[in-house]
C-alpha cells in the first residue's frame, strides 16, 4: 500500500479515540498505516507534538520494553506518562475498577493496561470515556504484533505472501500474531506441543479476518512449521502467571527449541524473532539469539514507533 501524508493521516482519523484491546481491533488498512508513520517517525521524517496528554500505565505483571517504549513514546510527542501501578493505587486495596477507570478518565488521556484476564482489559474499555490500550493479556499482546510485523516489513519490504513460524506456546502472543498476520496477508504456521496449541476460537477468528489467501495452520511437528518460512519466531514456553507450570512445561516443549539445527530448515533469508524476554538455552540457543539473522533487538526498538505511531492515531494527533 502506497500513501501519502493525507491518506495516512485520514485513514488514522478513523480510530481516534478508540481502544486497541485485540489485534482484530485494527484493519489490514489501518496496520498498513501505522506502519507508515511508524517509519517516518522512526526516520525522523516526522515530528507530532500531542501538546501535554497524559498516558496511565496500569501494569498488573512486569514490564521492560512495554513500560519503557510507552514511557519513551508519550515523551517524543511532547506528553508524560503516569505510573498506576496497582500496588501504590488503591486498585491493590480494592477499589473497584468502575470507580477507578471513571476517575482516571477525569485525569488522562488514554490507559495501557497489562493485566492478566481478557475481560478486565474489555471492562476498563467499557468504563473509561478514554481509548484504553492492551500492554499484554493472557489473551492478547496486540501492540507486539504491530511491532513485529513492521520489523519484518523492514526486512523484507513487501511482507504480503511471506510465512512467519512461530515456534512455541500457544500463547497471547502467538494469539495476536496470527490475527494480525492474518490481517496482513501473512501465512502464520504455530507449531506447539499437543496440549498447548493456541485456542480454537482465537485460530478460528484469525483464519476469518486473514486476506489475501493468507493461510494460518497449526502443527506438533516445529519441522514442518519452520521448512522455507521467512522468519522464524519464538517465546517463552511460561508465560506470566504460569510460574508453577515451569517444570512441566520444559518437558513438553523439549523439542520446540528454535536452535541453529531447527532454523536450518527455514528459508536461506529468513529472519529469527523473539518478543523478550528470552530465555536462552531454552525456547531459543543463545547461538541463533545472536546470529545475524536475528532482527530480535530491532523488534524490541520498534515497540517504541509503533506505539507512539498508535498513540498519536489514538489521541487524534495528526
Ligand atoms: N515483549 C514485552 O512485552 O516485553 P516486556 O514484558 O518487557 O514489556
Ligand atoms: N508470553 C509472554 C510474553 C511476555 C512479553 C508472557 O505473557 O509472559
Known sequence: MVFNAHGVAAILSTIKGGDFLSSSDLTSEQISALFELASQLKKGERRIDLGNRTLGLIFTKSSTR???????AMARLGGQIVDLNPQNTQLGRGEVLQDTARVLSRF?????????????????????????????????????????F???????????????AYVGDGNNVANSLMICG???????????????????????KARK??????KIVLTNDPIESVKGADAVYTDVWASMGQEKEKELREKAFKKFCLDKKLFSEASPNAIVLHCLPAHR???ISNEVMESESSRIF?????????????????????
Not at 298 to 318: T, W
Open 281 to 283: 538455552g531454552e525456547e
Open 66 to 72: 512495554t513500560r519503557v517504549s510507552f514511557q519513551v
Open 182 to 204: 492474518g490481517l496482513l496477508g501473512v501465512n502464520v504456521r504455530v507449531a506447539s506441543p499437543k496440549g498447548f496449541e493456541p485456542l480454537p476460537e482465537v485460530v478460528e
Open 209 to 214: 479476518l486473514s486476506v489475501d489467501g493468507a
Open 298 to 318: 530491532d523488534q524490541a526498538e520498534n515497540r517504541l514507533h509503533v506505539q507512539q505511531a498508535l498513540l498519536a492515531a489514538l489521541l487524534g494527533g495528526l
Open 108 to 148: 488522562c488521556d488514554a490507559l495501557a493496561v497489562r493485566t492478566y484476564e481478557q475481560n478486565e482489559i474489555l471492562d476498563y474499555a467499557n468504563w473509561a470515556s478514554i481509548p484504553v490500550i492492551n500492554a499484554l493479556t493472557d489473551l492478547e499482546h496486540p501492540c507486539q504484533a504491530l511491532a513485529d
Open 150 to 164: 513492521f520489523t519484518m516489513k523492514e526486512a523484507f519490504g513487501r511482507i504480503k505472501g511471506h510465512t512467519l
